[in-house]
Each structure stands twice: as C-alpha cells, then as structure tokens.
C-alpha cells in the first residue's frame, strides 16, 4: 500500500507560481512512476505530468508543457509539481498518483491522494 498527501495549492494570481509536493509513504515510492493529474468542477480527472521512477522519464499534457515542471526526490519519498505562469484555466483539484510506469491513463494508477486546491484568479 502506498499513501500519499498533497500540498502546496492555493490562490495565486495569473502569471504566479506554486509548487506542489506529494508526500509518500508504505511501500517503497523509488519503484513507482508518479504522475499528477486535475480536475475542474464539471470536468473529468486530467492528466498534467508523469515522472518514471528514476526521474529520468517526463511526460506534460500539452496544456502545460513550457510551464509546469515533475520532479522528484526519492530520498525523500516525495514528487512535486512547479507551476509557472499559471492561468485561471489552471484552476483545480490537483492529485498526485503512483503507477507502474509512466503513463497519462488514469486507469494505470494504483494509488491517489486526496487532492490540493488551485485557485488561479484573473
């Protein structure tokens, strides 16, 4: 089992930053890709970004590409997601999520956070 907590989310302005961390723990985190998906009130879960376990593999939903960033840090079992130049389309729950390999199926994750809110105003 693998339990994870994210933070970091909260109101910004267009234009600012966030960074968001996802904490791990259970079973070993350096064995998992780690992705990190959104979702807006009345939308699907969407794919943002995924990192393989080794960080050396990175995946971005084109929406973001240019101003998000996945990073990773398995010493301490945490993932994290830079945000930059943030839009109010940005505006989100954000889940972390563990899988397999790196991949922007949803399906594919085996484990979830509980999700931290993004507020982007214009």
């Known amino acids: 089992q693998v339990q994870l907590v994210e933070s970091g989310g909260g109101l910004v302005q267009a234009g600012g930053s966030l960074r968001l961390s996802c904490a791990s723990s259970g079973r070993a985190f350096s064995g998992y890709a780690m992705g990190w998906f959104r979702q807006a009130p009345g939308k699907e879960r969407e794919f943002v970004a995924a990192?393989?376990?080794?960080?050396?593999?990175?995946d971005y939903a084109n929406s973001v590409k240019g101003r998000f960033t996945i990073s990773r840090d398995n010493a301490k079992n945490t993932v994290y997601l830079q945000m930059n130049n943030l839009k109010p389309e940005d505006t989100a729950v954000y889940y972390c999520a563990a899988a397999a390999r790196v991949t922007a199926r949803r399906r594919d994750y085996n484990y979830w956070g509980q999700g931290t809110q993004v507020t982007v105003s214009s």
């Open positions: 990192i393989s376990w080794s960080g050396k593999t990175t």
